[in-house]
Nanobody
Framework: QVQLVESGGGVVQAGGSLRLSCAAS????????MGWFRQAPGKERVYVAL????????YYVDSVSGRFTISRDNVKNTVYLQMNSLKPEDTAVYFC????????????????WGQGTQVTVSS
């Protein structure tokens, strides 16, 4: 059974930092593209960052580029999202997701999801 379990969310003041983790089990982690997505209240789920199976390629949505860093540990089967210089508009539930094959930004292309972790940035 595939499980993706996010952790590390919380409440932080604007300008602060958080590090999200997503521990994976039951999948061929080292061959999976991993992504972080977020969903703000009343809005659609959108992609935040992607990382290729070997970690050699990363992509970020423009709004987080230069502030967020995605990384992975294929021994620990974990993907991370380091979030710095957080802004109130980063407030959302953050999800990790996995897919096999090429990297895709559309949430509909991912069948494997975690339960999400809340990130709240206060002004």
């Amino acid at each position: 059974q595939v499980q993706l379990v996010e952790s590390g969310g919380g409440v932080v003041q604007a300008g602060g930092s958080l590090r999200l983790s997503c521990a994976a089990s039951g999948l061929r982690f080292s061959t999976a593209v991993m992504g972080w997505f977020r969903q703000a209240p009343g809005k659609e789920r959108v992609y935040v960052a992607l990382i290729s199976s070997d970690g050699g390629h990363v992509y970020y949505v423009d709004s987080v580029s230069g502030r967020f860093t995605i990384s992975r540990d294929n021994v620990k089967n974990t993907v991370y999202l380091q979030m710095n210089s957080l802004k109130p508009e980063d407030t959302a539930v953050y999800f990790c997701a996995a897919r096999y094959g090429i990297m895709k930004t559309a949430p509909s292309e991912y069948a494997l999801w975690g339960q999400g972790t809340q990130v709240t940035v206060s002004s």
